[in-house]
């Protein structure tokens, strides 16, 4: 048995645009919180076709091993690391 658990939270948004949005926001307060946030690994589905995800940030990986992509995921510039005010403590 593994001791991590997974938090999975419902929350609704009127279009994918607006939940990618709200998906960001949350996930980037939440790891301002802990350090157990993996925000890379943020998706959102339509109410009615969860098992449809759409990615929220890249996490493409960046050149150098300099970590992972920290832009949305329709992003179409250079990919970035998360700035400083967001990185974890």
Known sequence: ???RWVIH??????DL???RIF??????????LTARVEPGGVT???EDAQSV???VFCDRPLPGGRGRC???TD???ACAPRPPWLRRR
Request: charged share 15%; net charge positive; hydrophobic share 45%.
């Open 17 to 19: 645009h607006r939940a």
């Open 70 to 72: 920290a832009l949305p």
């Open 9 to 14: 939270l419902p929350v609704t948004a009127p």
């Open 53 to 55: 995800r759409h990615w």
């Open 1 to 3: 048995m593994t001791e």
């Open 44 to 46: 959102v589905s339509a």
């Open 75 to 77: 992003h179409t510039s």
């Open 23 to 32: 998906a960001r926001t949350a996930a980037r307060v939440l790891a301002q």
